[in-house]
Nanobody
Framework: QLQASGGGSVQPGASLRLSCAVSGRPSSAFTMAWFRQAPGKEREFVATISRPGGSSLYHDSVKGRFTISKNNNQNTMTLQMNSLKPEDTAVYYC????????????????WGQGTLVTVSS
């Protein structure tokens, strides 16, 4: 089971930190990722991190602004989001699966419930 938290409403340029808590199985068993879905749009890949947490990939639109990390001792994953823009507004989902740094939602078996991020002035 995955539980996402940390969303909120902020102004452009602000920062937010999303968290995803893993239960039922150790987070070290999974590649994990963040996806997001804006109103009227398809779910979009944001970032992914490997099982041990040493490798990661980012969507071009968030490179240099977002950082994904993983703490397998605490069974958690985080997404530090800096310099937020209005186009980052979406429901953010954490996901877990067996694939190696997959960027397609079909690569992930387990999904959290989503947390809303709103960036607006």
């Amino acid at each position: 089971q995955l539980q996402a938290s940390g969303g909120g409403s902020v102004q452009p340029g602000a920062s937010l930190r999303l968290s995803c808590a893993v239960s039922g199985r150790p987070s070290s068993a999974f590649t994990m990722a963040w996806f997001r879905q804006a109103p009227g749009k398809e779910r979009e890949f944001v970032a992914t991190i490997s099982r041990p947490g040493g490798s990661s990939l980012y969507h071009d639109s968030v490179k240099g602004r977002f950082t994904i990390s993983k703490n397998n001792n605490q069974n958690t994953m985080t997404l530090q989001m800096n310099s937020l823009k209005p186009e980052d507004t979406a429901v953010y989902y954490c996901a877990a699966g067996p694939s190696i740094l997959g960027q397609d939602p079909s690569s992930y078996y387990y999904w959290g419930q989503g947390t809303l991020v709103t960036v607006s002035s």
